[in-house]
């Protein structure tokens, strides 16, 4: 089977990308910055002393992004999406409403769509011009995921860049890949694994890594884990 790489025709890169990097970190910090964090905290004063922004506001960005923000959500869909077919069919329609159904905020400059995986077909994630991420659900992204090696070969060999993840798919498994943009974000759908039967939404939600909703990983059960 060929792997495909997809990409919403409907979509055209933004040469100005307005990315969700750049709010992060730096302000606080004890050593001698960074050239980034220079250049970061450069911007920050201007932004502050043109009264654009106030010192709370990159506070609260940057202790939603440490606190409230990050994997647990989007394990949270998935969590909810395996054990009500009603919520995943809600899900994979209209991934923002879902997210906001579950209590969570989503704004909605920014589309969202969840990509189910199914027996036979695996779906990745990846950003092939830069790092957009559906971090609304996921938080920050990991620096690999950031990576010009990533970015490209996720897309030129997939199952080479899966199976140094970690990730060993036979050759009768699929791959898609999915290209996000600044316009469009997507969360792979893990399948449930096998011997999670009567397990709770808390402890399904466990077993959902950041990983599995890169697509780079599976939900591995922890009891497997010790016994090998
Ligand atoms: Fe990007």
Known sequence: MSDQHRHDPDQSYNENDAHDHGNGGGAHHPDAPSEIEAR??????LLIEKRILTSEDVDRVVSAYEHDIGPMIGA????????????????LKDAPAA????GYEYHA??????IPNQPGI???????????YPWMVLGLPPTWYKSAPYRSRAVSEPRAVLAELGLQL???????????SAELRYMVLPER???????TEEELAKIVTRDCMI???RPQLPALVGTR
């Open 99 to 102: 997210v906001r159904e579950l």
């Open 76 to 91: 949270h869909l998935v969590a909810r999406a395996w054990l009500d077919p009603g919520y995943r069919r809600r899900l």
């Open 215 to 217: 697509g780079v990983a």
């Open 109 to 114: 400059d920014t589309r969202l769509v969840v």
């Open 193 to 199: 694994p096998a011997g999670t039967e009567g397990w």
């Open 170 to 180: 036979p050759d009768e498994v699929a791959i898609n890949v999915w290209d996000s």
């Open 122 to 132: 695996h779906n990745m994630v990846v950003c092939t011009l830069c790092s957009c």
């Open 40 to 45: 970061t905290l450069a911007l920050e004063s």
